[in-house]
Each structure stands twice: as structure tokens, then as C-alpha cells.
């Protein structure tokens, strides 16, 4: 990246655009954005409700750091080392230093890793892939008495939840199998009993974000985030029952799969000899490979139907993140355990060749386009905005209808090209929305969530804000509740006013269930402070 630029991947313009949306509303003084204000080309959407914010606050941290083109190379640097952070607390306490180096390694740069770092620019998803190994361990830990270990556990699995969704979904899965894999170990129900209240604890800790994101998902179209190209069942390993540009895509992916999962075989059949000593590790483990891969193959499909809000996931092969887990495990316990120092050397060395191999030819393969970003920076500087996303438009809006658009041909080229303006009117003869010629308007406030201006008509008129109604939304009209009209394609908000001078304020007031989240985190925070101090101190005075 610091010779070719930057990856435009699948979701590469999403995410900066969520960044630099972020980083502006922190200058504007509101440090935990809900809205984005340039989404669907400045009307707004709640996209930062639903998307989990580590990912996005720590681009926009980035990006505020850093010269823009930079921000999306640190970001994956940081998660990677987060990763191999991560990989080498579980490894060390089953192998010795020098291969708790290397597991940490070949997990860093696995290649599903490579894969979302060259091809989907998946930030999120590789922020959460990062904190999985840690989960693992902590969740040994404590189902193996280590009570201590508890909030490591919940902060682990909170970590995960408000990096991305899909990896949340995995991660609460796995969790669930490997705490009943433990049960079945031990013969007994600690394990579950334990790892089941430091979930509870994880759920709480991330309630702030996931308390609002499932309530208000009732607010939104969020149906749109699975359609039929992104359903589980069309995206099993090496499918053809999809559209051409996804069946393609899935064919580099499942290559990826194929080789990743032989390699973890073979690295497994090397560690059985040591199976006894990495006990602990050995059947959590398998167990979680064993159920990844199944998970990717046609025989699952009616689990993924079956099983509650496992579709959430969309695509089979991110159950990859748990493979790449085992893969590094196995592969270092299985190099481990040749007793020839010089074999071992060779085998780590050709490991790192195939991985080397399949980086440089998804490097070559990649979509490098440095372009993007300084694209988004320039939509939004200019006030055009960018292009929203289907599942977080609310409901009664078509996002497509939105004016501004510069790629809609079906409309004129100095309406489409240039952005809608903040504040217009309707025409009470041909119901258009039009400038708003002989209205006075005079900003006040205008930040992402707060719209103040003065208005001045010598009629009665019908104003069109340049803003997509929300139930989030509140409008008051010279400082009295004011009811408002929506546009019917767009659920654009339209604000009468009677003849004279008015005031307008629309707030994006605090809702309930947020306030609700903030409580049940700020409850659970302080839970597991005192449980880690209480436990802490016991520690202290036993030693």
C-alpha cells in the first residue's frame, strides 16, 4: 500500500465514508454520531445506530491523525498486530515462546485475513476476526476455574459485538459450542454456567449500541441487508447458485477456504502426538474448525435457516475467521512437534511461501484505486454527500429518489450534479419541490443533528428540508411541537409555516431504548469493575 495506494475492496468506499462522516461530526462537537449527515446525498440516514462504532471511530480517530490516504493502511497494520496480540495470548500457554511467535504470525497473515484486507476491505469484520483468539482463551480460562478472567471474557465478546455484526453472530455461536464442547469435556455444567454470565456481561457492556440497533431496526428497511445475492444458502463454498459477479468472487474465496482448511488438516495430524499436553485447546479447537467448515458446505443449510439470526451472517466463508484460528494453532503445534530443529524450520518456511504465494497473487489481483478516497473527501466537502445504503434507509423512503445523485442520467445534469440545497419549498401548484424563492431563510444551527433557521414569508408556505424524516426526528416551529409533512417517494421532511416570521428547529432527540442501552452498559461497566477488583484484591492478598 505505500507503493500502490490504496484497495478499493467491497466495502472500502462504505467505510470511508462512515469515517470521514464521523471525524466531521467531531468537529462539529458530537462525539457519538447516531446520524450521518451526508448519507443518501445529504438528506441523512441512521446508518451509525446499526453499524457497530469501534470500527469507525477508530477510522475517523485515524484519518484526524493522519493525512486521509494513510488512514486505511494504519487501520489494517493495527488490526493485524491487534491479531497476532491476540493469537499469541492463546498460544502461549500451550506451546513454547519461539512458536507462540510463530502461531501469532501465521495468524496475522492467514489467508482469509489476506483475503479481507486485498479483496473486501472489510474493516470491521477484520477488527472483530482480531479479538476472536482472545475470546477463545479468556473462555478457557474461566470455564477452567479462573473466575478472575471473567471481565477479559465479557470485554472480549463485547469487543467483537460493536466491531461488526456478522463476526458478533459467529463469535456468539462458536462461544455457545465451545462452552457446551467444555461441558462435555469436564462433565459438568460450570462451563456453561461461567461462560454463560460472562456472555451476559459481554451483551451488557455493548447493550449502548445493541440495545437501540435492535429496536429501532423496526424503524428502518433493514430486510435489505440479506437479499437474495446475500442469502447464506447462495453463498455456500464453490456455488453456482448466484449471480455471475458473486459466483466469481466465491470461486477465489473457497479456493482460499480449500487451501487454508487442508493446511489446518495437516498441521492438526502433526499436533496429535502433543494432543494430551494442549488438551484444553486441542478439542476447542477442532470442535470450532469442525463446525466452521460444515457450516460452509450445502449440508448446513437448514441450520442457517433454522437458527435465529444466523442469515445475519450473509456469507458462509466468514465463518473463516474461526478456521484461521485453528489453522494457526495446529500449524505451530504441528511444527512444533517435529523433533528435527531443521524440518521444523523448513516446514515453517514453506507455510510462510504458500501464504506469500497467495498474497502476491491477490496483490496483483487486487482492485487498486487510489481515487476513492479522495473522491468521498470531495462529495462531501462539496455538500453533494454520498450514496446511502438500502437497509438503513427508513421506512416509506425510496433512497433512490433522493435528488443529488451525479451518476442518475435519468435526471438533468445541473439537478443531478449539483447538491439539493438545505432548505427549498413546495410549489402549491405543481406539488415540485422548487428553490425557495420569496422566503427569507437565515441558518442558524446547522450540525448532523440539529437544523435551527429563521424563515420570513409573506404567505403561507410549505418548506422541504434538505433531511429524510426518522421518528428520531422532532420539529418545533417558533418553539412549539409543529406537525410536519413528509414527501411521499422520498419521506423527505416538509415543514408549513404560516405567513411572517418563523422559527424551525428539527433536533434528533435522545430516544428511549438509547437511553435505555446507556443505562444497562453503565450498570454492567460497573459490575465487572467490582468484580475485577474484588477478585483482584483476593488474588493479591492470597499471594
Not at 424524516?469 to 416538509?494: C, K, M
Request: charged share 15%; aromatic share 12%; net charge positive.
Amino acid at each position: 500500500m505505500i507503493f500502490l495506494g490504496n484497495v478499493s475492496g467491497h466495502d472500502f468506499i462504505f467505510h470511508v465514508q462512515s469515517w470521514m462522516d464521523v471525524a466531521g461530526q467531531w468537529r462539529e462537537g458530537i462525539l457519538y454520531p447516531r446520524w450521518a449527515e451526508w448519507a443518501n446525498w445529504g438528506f441523512g440516514e441512521p446508518r451509525f445506530v446499526f453499524y457497530p462504532p469501534l470500527s469507525w471511530m477508530a477510522g475517523a480517530a485515524l484519518g484526524s491523525a493522519l493525512p486521509w490516504r494513510m488512514a486505511p493502511g494504519a487501520f489494517i497494520w493495527l488490526a493485524l498486530v491487534l491479531a497476532g496480540m491476540s493469537m499469541w495470548r492463546l498460544a502461549r500457554q500451550w506451546v513454547a515462546p519461539r512458536y507462540a511467535i510463530l502461531t501469532a504470525a501465521l495468524y496475522a497473515v492467514n489467508p482469509y485475513h489476506l483475503v479481507i484486507v486485498y479483496y473486501r476491505s472489510a474493516f470491521g469484520e477484520l477488527l472483530g476476526a482480531a479479538l476472536l483468539p482472545l475470546l477463545i482463551w479468556a473462555a478457557l480460562r474461566v470455564t477452567s476455574g479462573e473466575w478472575r478472567r471473567t471481565p477479559i471474557l465479557s470485554l472480549a465478546f463485547a469487543g467483537i459485538w460493536l466491531s461488526n455484526a456478522p463476526a458478533a453472530v459467529i463469535a456468539t455461536y462458536a462461544l455457545g459450542l465451545l462452552l457446551i464442547v467444555l461441558c462435555a469435556v469436564r462433565r459438568s455444567l460450570w462451563p456453561l454456567a461461567l461462560g454463560g454470565g460472562a456472555m451476559a456481561g459481554g451483551f451488557g457492556l455493548a447493550a449502548f449500541y445493541i440495545v437501540p440497533g435492535v429496536w429501532e431496526q423496526r424503524w428502518v428497511q433493514i430486510a435489505q441487508a440479506v437479499t437474495a445475492s446475500y442469502w447464506p444458502t447462495a453463498n455456500f463454498l464453490f456455488t453456482r447458485a448466484n449471480v455471475p459477479e458473486y459466483v466469481a468472487f466465491n470461486g477465489k474465496v473457497s479456493w482460499v477456504a480449500a487451501g487454508l482448511i487442508g493446511v489446518t488438516a495437516i498441521g492438526w495430524i502433526l499436533a496429535r502426538e502433543r494432543r494430551r499436553e494442549i488438551a484444553g485447546a486441542w478439542w476447542a479447537l477442532s470442535s470450532l474448525a469442525a463446525a466452521s467448515v460444515v457450516m460452509m458446505l450445502p449440508v448446513s443449510a437448514w441450520l442457517w435457516r433454522t437458527l435465529p439470526k444466523l442469515w445475519f451472517v450473509q456469507f458462509p466463508w466468514r465463518c473463516l475467521d474461526v478456521v484461521g484460528v485453528a489453522f494457526a494453532f495446529f500449524v505451530a503445534s504441528g511444527i512444533a512437534s517435529v523433533r528435527n530443529r531443521a524440518a521444523a524450520g523448513a516446514l515453517a518456511i514453506l507455510v510462510f511461501a504458500g501464504i506469500g504465494a497467495a498474497g502476491a497473487a491477490m496483490v496483483k489481483d487486487a482492485p487498486w484505486d487510489s481515487s476513492d478516497l479522495p473522491g468521498v473527501a470531495a462529495a462531501i466537502h462539496s455538500g453533494r454527500g454520498y450514496e446511502g445504503a438500502d437497509e438503513y434507509a427508513p421506512v416509506g423512503c425510496d433512497r433512490y429518489q433522493f435528488p443529488g445523485n451525479p451518476d442518475d442520467e435519468e435526471r438533468p445534469a445541473d439537478v443531478s450534479r449539483d447538491p439539493a440545497p438545505s432548505v427549498a419549498k413546495v410549489d402549491p401548484e405543481s406539488d415540485e419541490i422548487v428553490p425557495a424563492a420569496g422566503v427569507r431563510i437565515h441558518p442558524q444551527t446547522w450540525t448532523a443533528e440539529r437544523r435551527t433557521f429563521a424563515a420570513e414569508s409573506a404567505t403561507t408556505t410549505t418548506l422541504a428540508v434538505r433531511l429524510v424524516n426518522y421518528p428520531a426526528w422532532s420539529v418545533e416551529v417558533n418553539d412549539s411541537p409543529a406537525q410536519f409533512e413528509l414527501r411521499p417517494e422520498t419521506g423527505q421532511i416538509l415543514v408549513p409555516l404560516a405567513a411572517g416570521s418563523n422559527r424551525v428547529d428539527l433536533r434528533f432527540r435522545r430516544t428511549r431504548d438509547r437511553a435505555l442501552g446507556d443505562a444497562i452498559s453503565a450498570i454492567s461497566t460497573v459490575t465487572l469493575a467490582a468484580f475485577a477488583w474484588v477478585f483482584g484484591r483476593k488474588r493479591t492478598q492470597t499471594g
